[in-house]
Every structure is written in C-alpha cells, then in structure tokens.
C-alpha cells in the first residue's frame, strides 16, 4: 500500500469534570469516576508556601512529609508499612513552592484502608526520633547521589545562578547538608502542628468509583481529619531574578566524557495573565521532539546529543523556560554556540507549519495524556494547589486552537529576552578554553 | 478470577500474529509491534546492533523521507517511540482513532521497506547519536556501568544475556551498511512480528485494516534456532569490584533465575519480593530501618526467554558500614528465608503489591498494549494479560522455599561491587 491515508479530525475532548463535595471539617472533595480504572487515585493538597519554614530549618516541609507514615499514634512504623503492602497501598509525600502534595494508589476494594491509613498519616503522625534520624540521614545521602548526577548538579547550579541569593527558590526544597544536620524531631513536630491541617486542603479521588461508596468512606476519613492549631500558609510569590543571573557557571566534573548543558531563564506559572497555551507549543517546536529546532541540528544532523530538550517549567508561583541536554566533552564549545544561536534566532519568529504541527500536538496528545486514573488525578491536584478553576485544561485546550503565530512570537520574546544563565557540568580544564568567544557573560567555575 | 481485557487475536498468512483489544473509553489506539529480535541475537563484535538498528528505523523509508515518522505522527497527536531489550525491539504509537491508519502505513513501510532509504550518512549520523546515549546512560552516570559488570559477572561468556543491549563502542564503530541488509532481511519480517491495537477499534475492523497494510509483506524470517537449555544456578560465588567515585558503596548481588513463562519464576519473584522488593522486606527492616547500616535496600527479577532469566539485590551502604557485612547480612536473610519460607504476612504483601502494579500498568492503553505484544511474541499467548494475577496468587509458601533452595543459594550469587575510591590514588581500577 503506498498511497498515504488521509487522517480524519478527532472527535471533541474535553478534561474529564470533577463532582465537587465539601467535607464535614470544610475540605474540599473532588470525584472523578472513570469507568474501567481499578486502581484508585487519591490526592491531599495542603496549599502553603516553602518560605514559612523556620529560619535556618530548610528542607522540614519535605522531612515532615517523607516521615507522615513512619508511625502514628495507632501504629508503629514497621506495622504502618505492613498494613500499607497488604492492602496493595502505595504513598508518597512531597512539597513543592506552593504545597504538600500526598499521593496515594490503590485498588478499588481497598479504599476504606487507604483512605483511613492516610488519615492517620496526615493527623496522627508521631515522628519517632530513631525514624526522624533515618529519614534526615537518608536525605544526606540523597543529597551525594543528587551531587554525583551531572543533571541534577546542573539543576541545583540553574536555582543557585538563576534566583536571587535571597529567595528561597535558590536553594534545594528538600534541604541542604546545613540546614537538614539542624533539623529535629521537636522542629518538625511543631512544623507538622501548624503547617498540615485541612484548612484549605482539597482532596482528589480517581478512578471507577462504582459500588466504592467514596463519599461516605471519604466523610467519615479524611472528613474528620482535625488539627486544632493548623494554620493555613501563606500564597507563595514567584521567585525573583538574580540580578547578575546572565552568566555562564562551569561545575568541575575533571575527567567527564559528556557536558551537561543547561541553559535557563524566568519563565511564567500557568495562571499567567498573559495566557500559558503559548507556552507548551513553544516547548514542543524549539526542544520537543527529534525534528524540533534543537535536535533538527544538534542530533539529527550533528551527532552531538542524544536529545536536548527545551521545557517551561511553571511552579505554583513564577517558573522558568528550561533547555537541557548532554553532549560529548570534545564538542562543548561548538555545541552550546549552535544551541544558544537556536534559542536566540527564535526570537525573529516561528513559521505557521511550526505553529500548526505544534498546536496539534499539545491538542491532540491530551485525551491520551489524561487516559489513567493517576493522571487525572495529579491534573486535577495541581490545579487545586495552583489555585486555578477546574476547567483550566478544557479552556487552556480551547485557547490554544485560537493561537496565532504571533502569539508564539510575543510569547516567546517576552520570556526569551536573551538573558541567559547557562551551566555547563564537566570537565572545566578541557571545556573551558573551548568558550572562547562563543558565549555571552562572564565563565566562573566551581568544584562539583 | 482472570481480568475480563477483551483479547481478539488472529494470524496472516505471511505468519504475521495480530492482537486487537478493543477499549472505547478514550478516543485513542495504540498500535504496538514486537519484533523478535534484541540483542540476544547479537553476533560477537557486532554487539549493540540490534539498537542502533531500531534507530534507523526512524531515518525514512520507500514512501517516508529521514525524520517524517516522528514528525507525521506527533502532528496528528501522536505519542511514539521505540525501544530495544534482549529479546524484542518494540516500536510503539498512540494516535486519535483518526490516525490510525497513516500510523500502519508508516509502520507498515519501515517494516518492509526499510532498506530502500538507508544512506551511509544516516547510519553514521545515528551511530553518533547512540554512543551519546550510551555515554548518556551508561558512562556518564555513577554505577552507570555496574549491570554491565551484572551481566558478564553472572552469564557466561558467550551467552545471549553475556553482553548489554547497548553494546561496546568498538562494535558501533564495526557495524556498516551490509550489516544493517543482512540483520533487516533475517529479522525484520511479518512472520517475526506481532502487531496489536488496543483501543478504540473494534476486531473487525482492527484485524481488515491491519492486513490492508501488512498482508502484502512477504514472510522471509529464518526459521528460530530453538531456545537454549536452561542454565543451572552459578556452583560458587563470584565477585567483581571496581573502586570509582561513587556518593556511596553499592553491592548488586545477581541470582540466575528459571525462564520467563515459568511458576517457578513468578515464585523466585515473590521470594525476591520477601527479600528486598517491598518496604517491608526483610532486608529493608534489618539493613535500613533497625541496623541502618544500609540507605536503601531494593531487588527485582527480569524474565528472559533464552534459558535463563534474571535476578538481583541492590544495596546501597551506609557511609560508615562495611560492605562485607551487608553481604553477610544477605546470606543470613537467604538462609532464612530457605529454612523457614515467607510469612503470610510477606506472601500477601508481595501478592497484593503485584495486583497494584500489574492493574496500575493494564490501566493504561500504552501498557496494555505492549503486554499484549509481549505476551503473543513471546509465549504465543496474549490472554496472559488476564490470568498474570491468578499464577501470583497460586504461589505458596512451600513453592517459595522450593525456589529459594534451588535458585538463591548463597553460593549461587555473583556479586558486583561499586566502591567509593574518593580518597584512592587510583580510581575506576577493577579487581575481578
């Protein structure tokens, strides 16, 4: 067969809606039912904001929340993680700027144990000290596995240069080996006391909910989830730009075969006033996919990369547009020249096939994207802590249909200023002298 | 009780195998091919190939220009890619309903017209590409290396499990034009495929528009060799070390392990699962939370089909433990587990974890689909999909102490040992 089939259009999506309840103890419920999605996902979303943790205590929030289910006062940690597997449980816990975010799977029958198992993690944890020092320990490790990682070293170098020395978003949101050899098991059971509680709180559930009767396991759980001295946190700001972020900041890796490259600059959250459909189309036309304008020269026609993305990164507040990728040491120089000429170029303009085969993409990609229980689920519970209204992904799938190339264009020049603060993670003695006259700003270079 | 996934499954006269599932609950199919062939099939020196194949595959074809794949596809809302194990390459879309039939065309040319379009240029461009990736993964990653070590530590030289999926980069230097011709003619063929659609595609029409596409590709595939007979469990320990900058000491303990397909395996996965795949698992208890002379404690089983499948522990070392007592804690706790066997509360832990992942991973059409293809390619069965669960619940406690005897012998561990060298002279210097 060689003649090309036609593709017909596809049929109208919208982002499954949500049967919106409020608790008896005024938390808001939200109910997805997705026939045929046996295992349930469920959400808790305390709002609140990574700069009311203790002077000196940085990382707390994310201790507290890896300790929530390392016993409570109806059961010790060992039993607590027994009873989880038998039921076919799985939790995680997390904060990000604007929140804690606890998630838990778990197959239909099982909901009633998971839904109180979950409410005595979030009411009644009682933090016992061997465990407190184990978590703080493992996070230390955590903290040398991240080092030894040329991305996630890249990473934490971007927050270092990108935001200003004094805000927050600068530093690690799970703590540092400073601020988390101060931590205690007193910090954080008071940090617990007065940052997690249902005030404000939204509660997702995802899945088929048929014959789960999970209005009235979730009334009698996470309906009477009680913290008497809760308070609620305050909204995060976006982080603010270091004023000498337009740098370049080399991490000494002597001996490294690849350079991790990372090229960043603020960026917008998705409650921008400008409007965020612009943003994930840009994303996908500069650095998603093999053919986009990053990959089209520095993989597919170089050879130099296994694949560099570009990505916006919106957090709860601010955000930041995000280019990374690995190259081979010998290629730095001329590789990270093509690729801030790419992100810079771009800045005259995108062309309507451009504008087209990416707003297609964003577009069509969604009903998939939002097939399973645990992605409705984290969709929904992002928008509950970004503090946007729930048909955000329906109306943001509407406005993109609506989007012009200039709209890219403005869109794109407005967080692409030129501005760039880049880091490059390998070997400086080598990499280095290759920067010559190929990049803007200052190099510095510190030990990894 | 099985799971009730439809499963329609039909074969072409060219031996092409097709699996339709039909799932109306998104407006989406996923269209999923396994090819029997990964790098079990490699030949000495030409190790990595079957992946740096897979990425030509990418690169045009008879009626696709180098890059349209993708590009077509993603334009339309389409997810894809491509991967490579030791006993398959898969390639894989998920389209709206609409695209479907512009995916099996352009699948249904790369797969028979491949060679058409294959330029020396391409082949050293995706060359370039994979050895990034492997530097990527492999080089430029702490322990990055250490499954290889695996690998060569616990199979036998010479073995199809011996070496990598990615290969050495002396191999992808070797690999030319008239290899990628040879390997695309012996492999790539209907009679050595399966496709499935899972999705919004009821069978009918699934299985015309499948053969619509492939019913004209001739089937060439040479006749398998047989696979190989099962190899027995190592008869003494053996050990690699290698001293690197590593954050932390890190022991993987590997087990040879029975076939994929077999009980015996679903039940060494559940003894592995006491041992160091759940939270609660023995090593986890003791190691982690009570001596806490361990960071993390984790161990999985991987099923191959050529005679052997695979095992291991991971255990990441305290920075003040020693290495040699982690090891010895783990001989304890296999001991322990042959003499006295799982706990109910151990057998129905690992049993309800299994039913998670496995129904988390159904719930997906993606996943769903690529088990489909599996299970068809590999054991001639996709309705497994259904019945998975009910094998994992049949195991006892009895058949668990039986595997851990025969499979998780002390003596039968080959241990690969990544020691932190910051502070050493000489670093990355192996001592086998």
Not at chain 1, 160 to 182: C, K, Y
Not at chain 1, 274 to 293: D, I, K
Request: hydrophobic residues 40%; negative net charge.
């Amino acid at each position: 067969m060689s003649t090309r089939p036609a593709v017909l259009d596809p049929e109208p999506w919208v982002f499954p809606a949500a049967q919106e309840h409020l608790l008896p103890n005024g938390v808001r419920l939200l109910l997805h039912d997705l026939p045929g999605q046996y295992v349930l996902s469920l959400r808790v979303v305390v709002p609140g904001s990574l700069a009311d943790e203790p002077e000196g205590l940085e990382g707390i929030s994310s201790m507290t929340a890896r300790l929530l289910d390392e016993g409570t006062a109806e059961h010790g940690p060992e039993e607590f993680a027994e009873l989880m597997e038998r039921h076919g449980m799985a939790l995680g816990a997390g904060v990000s700027d604007g929140g804690l975010l606890v998630d838990v799977d778990v197959p239909q029958a099982h909901l009633p144990t998971a839904a109180r198992l979950l409410t005595e993690a979030l009411a009644h944890p009682v933090f016992p000290e061997a465990e407190v020092r184990r978590i703080l320990r493992g996070r230390l490790a955590e903290i040398e596995q991240e080092r030894a990682s040329a991305a996630h070293r890249a990473a934490r170098e971007v927050a270092a240069t990108l935001w200003d020395p004094r805000d927050r978003a600068s530093r690690p949101a799970a703590g540092t080996v400073e601020s988390i050899g101060r931590i205690t098991r007193e910090a954080v059971v008071e940090h617990h006391a007065r940052r997690v509680g249902p005030q404000d709180a939204t509660v997702v559930l995802a899945g088929d909910l048929t014959g789960t009767a999970a209005l009235e396991v979730l009334t009698a759980t996470l309906g009477a989830w009680d913290a008497p001295r809760h308070e609620p946190g305050s909204r995060p700001v976006a982080p603010r730009p270091a004023a000498d972020r337009a740098r370049v900041v080399v991490v000494d890796r002597p001996g490294s075969v690849q350079t991790e490259i990372a090229v960043s600059c603020p960026g917008p959250d998705r409650s921008t006033p400008h409007g965020w459909a612009p943003h994930p189309v840009l994303a996908f036309v500069v650095g998603g996919s093999p053919n986009a304008r990053l990959d089209a020269v520095l993989r597919e026609e170089k050879g130099y990369t296994y694949g560099v993305r570009a990505s916006f990164r919106p957090r709860v507040a601010g955000g930041s547009f995000v280019t990374s990728g690995s190259v081979r040491s010998e290629v730095t120089g001329e590789a990270l020249e093509l690729l801030l000429g790419i992100l810079t170029d771009a800045r005259e303009g995108f062309t309507p096939a451009e504008l087209r085969s990416g707003v297609d993409f964003v577009g069509k990609t969604a009903p998939g994207r939002y097939a399973t229980a645990d992605a409705v689920a984290d969709e929904t519970a992002a928008l509950a802590l970004e503090g946007l209204p729930l048909d955000f992904t329906t109306r943001n799938l509407a406005a993109l249909r609506e989007l012009g190339v200039e709209d890219l264009d403005t869109a794109y020049r407005r967080v692409a200023t030129g501005e760039w603060t880049v880091v490059l993670v390998g070997d400086a003695a080598s990499i280095v002298p290759a920067l010559e006259g190929r990049v803007p700003g200052p190099v510095t270079t510190v030990a990894r | 009780m099985p799971l009730d996934y439809p499963v329609h499954r039909r074969t072409l006269p060219n031996g092409l195998r097709v699996v339709v599932s039909p799932d109306h609950t998104v407006p989406n199919v996923t269209l999923n091919l396994w090819v029997g062939v990964g790098s079990r099939h490699e030949q000495a020196g030409r190790t990595g190939f079957a992946h740096l194949f897979e990425h030509l595959m990418f690169q045009g074809s008879r009626n696709v220009r180098s890059g349209e794949h993708f590009e077509a596809l993603m334009a339309e809302g389409g997810r894809l890619n491509a991967t490579t194990w030791f006993d398959r390459t898969n390639y894989f879309e998920t389209v709206p309903k609409g695209a479907l039939e512009l995916a099996l065309w352009l699948e249904a040319d790369r797969h028979a017209h491949l060679l058409d379009a294959l330029t020396q240029e391409n082949l050293d461009n995706q060359r370039d590409v994979v050895k990034e990736e492997k530097r990527q993964r492999y080089d430029n990653q702490p322990y990055g290396t250490a499954l290889i070590d695996v690998y060569a530590t616990v199979f036998p030289e010479g073995h199809p499990y011996h070496h990598p999926t990615i290969g050495s980069m002396e191999d992808l230097d070797a690999a030319g034009l008239e290899d990628v011709h040879a390997f695309f003619r012996r492999y790539y063929a209907p009679d050595n495929t399966v496709v499935t659609l899972c999705g919004d595609v009821e069978p009918g029409e699934g299985f015309a528009l499948v053969e619509r596409y492939f019913g004209g590709i001739e089937s060439r595939a040479e006749e398998p060799r047989p696979t190989l007979a099962q190899l027995e469990p190592l008869t003494a320990p053996v050990r690699v070390e290698r001293r690197e900058q590593v954050p932390n000491d890190r022991l993987h303990v590997a087990f040879r392990l029975p076939v994929d397909g077999t009980d015996e395996l679903v039940a060494a996965t559940v003894a592995l699962d006491c041992l160091g795949g759940l939270s609660t698992s023995r090593l986890v208890r003791r190691l982690v939370r009570r001596e806490q002379s361990a960071v993390g404690a984790h161990a999985t089983a991987w099923g191959f089909v050529d005679g052997v499948s695979l095992g291991f522990v991971v255990i990441d070392a305290a920075p003040d433990a020693d290495p040699a007592d982690l090891e010895a804690a783990l001989v304890e706790e296999l001991e322990r587990l042959a003499a006295d066997g799982p706990t109910e509360a151990e057998l129905e832990a690992s049993i309800a974890q299994s039913e998670r992942a496995w129904l988390s991973a159904l719930a997906s059409q993606e996943e769903r689909a690529d088990l489909l293809s599996r299970y068809a390619l590999l054991h001639d069965d996709p309705e497994l999909v259904n019945t998975h669960l009910d094998r994992v619940r049949a195991v006892t406690a009895e058949r668990v102490v039986e595997v851990t005897r025969r499979w998780l012998r002390p003596e039968s561990r080959a241990v690969v040992a990544y020691l932190d060298a910051s502070g050493d002279a000489d670093a990355t210097e192996a001592v086998a």
